[in-house]
T-cell receptor, first 115, second 110 residues
Framework: EADIYQTPRYLVIGTGKKITLECSQT?????MYWYQQDPGMELHLIHY???????EKGDLSSESTVSRIRTEHFPLTLESARPSHTSQYLC??????????????FGSGTRLTVV | QKEVEQNSGPLSVPEGAIASLNCTYS??????FFWYRQYSGKSPELIMS????GDKEDGRFTAQLNKASQYVSLLIRDSQPSDSATYLC??????????FGTGTRLTIIP
């Protein structure tokens, strides 16, 4: 079954550690996105990619970085985690065909806590 | 002005009644419109998409789009307690990225 997977589901980590949040999709979608969402707050786009070797920063400034070496894989990395990075990180993908975009499919998210 | 605006709520509706959620958008060139449902602590789930003016029905859900007024709405008939969630309006504008509203929190009162 085509889907989008995020790991880990929950992560508690100490300040200064390097972390990578994984996101993979089996739908063959070219477009992938990372959103950050604090509890009860709105979604903020932090990174997106329209294909292999293509990455762009989103609307919300983030200290994280992303890579897109394979179509199905879009990991997010924090070189040095800080308590301000504590949030939920949501990965999504979409299939854009002409002027009609089919809605994004979201992964289950990673809830990150930096202590 | 925000690109996508929703009443933040919370909106409380008795069980069995119709819940009406509203959304306005600023980019007249927008062509794709979506409603997502997000339960607390979960990721957004696509429940409706609409691309042309008028109504689109799917079970208890009806999406309505009026491009002239730059307005999209979601009606939930026969509201159930399981409909209690935050509903996110999302619009694709000229930059081809999905822009989300801040969401409306809906509570169905048994």
């Amino acid at each position: 079954e085509a889907d989008i997977y995020q790991t880990p589901r929950y992560l508690v980590i100490g300040t200064g550690k390097k972390i990578t949040l994984e996101c993979s999709q089996t739908m063959g979608h070219d477009k992938m996105y990372w959103y950050q969402q604090d509890p009860g707050m709105e979604l903020h786009l932090i990174h997106y990619s329209y294909g292999v070797n293509s990455t762009e920063k989103g609307d919300l400034s983030s200290e994280s970085t992303v890579s897109r070496i394979r179509t199905e894989h879009f990991p997010l990395t924090l070189e040095s985690a800080r308590p301000s990075h504590t949030s939920q990180y949501l990965c999504a993908s979409s299939d854009l065909t002409g002027p009609t975009v089919y809605g994004y499919t979201f992964g289950s998210g990673t809830r990150l806590t930096v202590v | 002005q925000k690109e996508v605006e929703q009443n933040s709520g919370p909106l409380s509706v008795p069980e069995g009644a119709i819940a009406s959620l509203n959304c306005t958008y600023s980019d007249r060139g927008s062509q794709s419109f979506f409603w997502y449902r997000q339960y607390s602590g979960k990721s957004p789930e696509l429940i409706m998409s609409i691309y042309s003016n008028g109504d689109k029905e799917d079970g208890r859900f009806t999406a309505q789009l009026n491009k002239a007024s730059q307005y999209v709405s979601l009606l939930i008939r026969d509201s159930q307690p399981s409909d209690s969630a935050t509903y996110l309006c999302a619009v694709v504008a000229g930059n081809e990225k999905l822009t989300f509203g801040t969401g409306t929190r809906l509570t169905i009162i048994p």
